[in-house]
């Protein structure tokens, strides 16, 4: 099986020279963004997202989690997503959920984590979840979690489960990092085109009337219906589902109405040096407002290299 090599980081990985850690052959990192909902180092994040994107790196943001209710977690998703929303991240959102020292009981941990991770993906980023092997598999129901990307910590010579990236070490040493630091290895590559909801073949007449999607990984009926330009109402209705938040992968669903060409025909701009929106309206023909909107732009003079934005 291919692997992907990949690190994550915080503040306590100090100065890091990006240039020599992608030259290290690392692909892929996961920077520490908040913490409950407030925390001290969101400068850190700041200031290393845009450095990593301009070496080559994909990029994704997590979130330690200190919840132990709904309410507080759709708190502490509201401050992680207004602090990343700006930066053109290119890899998952990440809820780090690894202690439960408020102790509470599984079912409303797990209630408090399916409400984070769906805000993340409402808000259009790819939503994964982050947590100990033992801590998963005791302190949670995995099998509310399963639509979700999983990321497993388990320092050991075999992962002895299924997940999508395992981090296999905490004592790893990069080029680039003079300190030890969290090493990972992806068995998926998440791009924006792996995970984007391809039109169905339309050419036989018989398929005009409905459509037929077969879920994925981390789909969800909202993601869906957005771009089937339907709702997850007439997608339950259509398919006969009991539980809209409980979607097995493999499922066939039928899918009225044709696909979104709005969802599926967005282009994106990696900010480069010397790039200005001025310059990016007159490349893609688009105007300044939309750039500014698509992109909740508070500053339209304000962009920054390796900024991810929406152009078309």
Same mark, same amino acid.
């Given at each position: 099986? =291919? &692997? /992907?090599?990949? /690190?994550?980081?915080?503040?306590?990985?100090?100065?890091?020279?990006?240039?020599?850690?992608?030259?290290?052959?690392?692909?892929?990192?996961?920077?520490?963004?908040?913490?409950? &909902?407030?925390?001290?180092?969101?400068?850190?994040?700041?200031?290393?997202?845009?450095?990593?994107?301009?070496?080559?790196?994909?990029?994704?943001?997590?979130?330690?989690?200190?919840?132990? =209710?709904?309410?507080?977690?759709?708190?502490?998703?509201? @401050?992680?997503?207004? +602090?990343?929303?700006?930066?053109?991240?290119?890899?998952?959102?990440?809820?780090?959920?690894?202690?439960?020292?408020?102790?509470?009981?599984?079912?409303?941990?797990?209630?408090?984590?399916?409400?984070?991770?769906?805000?993340?993906?409402?808000?259009?980023?790819?939503?994964?979840? @982050?947590?100990?092997?033992?801590?998963?598999?005791?302190?949670?129901?995995?099998?509310? #979690?399963?639509?979700?990307?999983?990321?497993?910590?388990?320092?050991? +010579? &075999?992962?002895?489960?299924?997940?999508?990236?395992?981090?296999? +070490?905490?004592?790893?040493?990069?080029?680039?990092?003079?300190?030890?630091?969290?090493?990972?290895?992806?068995?998926?590559?998440?791009?924006?085109?792996?995970?984007?909801?391809?039109?169905?073949?339309?050419?036989?007449?018989?398929?005009?009337?409905?459509?037929?999607?077969?879920?994925?990984?981390?789909? &969800?009926?909202?993601?869906?219906?957005?771009?089937?330009?339907?709702?997850?109402?007439?997608?339950?209705?259509?398919?006969? /589902?009991?539980?809209?938040?409980?979607?097995?992968?493999? #499922?066939? #669903?039928?899918?009225?109405?044709?696909?979104? =060409? =709005?969802? /599926?025909?967005?282009?994106?701009?990696?900010?480069?040096?010397?790039?200005?929106?001025?310059?990016?309206?007159?490349? @893609?023909?688009?105007?300044?407002?939309?750039?500014?909107?698509?992109? +909740?732009?508070?500053?339209?003079?304000?962009?920054?290299?390796?900024?991810?934005?929406?152009?078309?």
């Amino acid at each position: 099986m =291919t &692997t /992907i090599k990949g /690190i994550d980081v915080s503040h306590w990985q100090g100065a890091i020279n990006w240039g020599k850690v992608a030259k290290d052959g690392v692909k892929f990192v996961f920077i520490k963004a908040t913490e409950g &909902t407030s925390y001290f180092k969101l400068s850190y994040f700041k200031d290393n997202v845009p450095k990593a994107l301009a070496a080559g790196l994909k990029v994704g943001a997590y979130h330690y989690a200190k919840f132990a =209710t709904v309410t507080e977690a759709k708190a502490e998703a509201a @401050y992680f997503l207004g +602090s990343i929303r700006s930066f053109g991240l290119n890899y998952p959102a990440v809820l780090d959920l690894e202690e439960n020292k408020k102790g509470a009981n599984k079912k409303i941990l797990t209630d408090a984590a399916f409400a984070f991770l769906e805000a993340i993906e409402d808000a259009g980023h790819t939503a994964m979840l @982050y947590t100990g092997k033992s801590f998963l598999e005791n302190h949670l129901d995995e099998s509310r #979690l399963k639509k979700y990307a999983l990321w497993i910590a388990r320092y050991n +010579s &075999t992962l002895g489960r299924s997940a999508d990236i395992w981090q296999h +070490s905490d004592s790893g040493k990069i080029n680039g990092i003079s300190t030890k630091v969290d090493l990972n290895v992806a068995y998926r590559d998440f791009t924006d085109t792996e995970n984007t909801i391809k039109p169905p073949n339309t050419s036989n007449p018989s398929n005009n009337t409905a459509t037929t999607y077969i879920v994925k990984k981390g789909d &969800t009926l909202s993601l869906i219906a957005k771009k089937y330009n339907t709702t997850v109402k007439a997608l339950v209705s259509l398919n006969g /589902i009991k539980n809209p938040d409980k979607i097995n992968i493999g #499922l066939k #669903l039928k899918v009225n109405g044709p696909v979104s =060409t =709005t969802n /599926i025909n967005k282009m994106y701009h990696t900010v480069k040096g010397g790039d200005t929106v001025s310059a990016l309206v007159e490349k @893609y023909g688009c105007s300044t407002s939309q750039i500014k909107t698509w992109n +909740s732009l508070k500053n339209i003079d304000k962009i920054y290299v390796g900024q991810k934005l929406r152009v078309k």
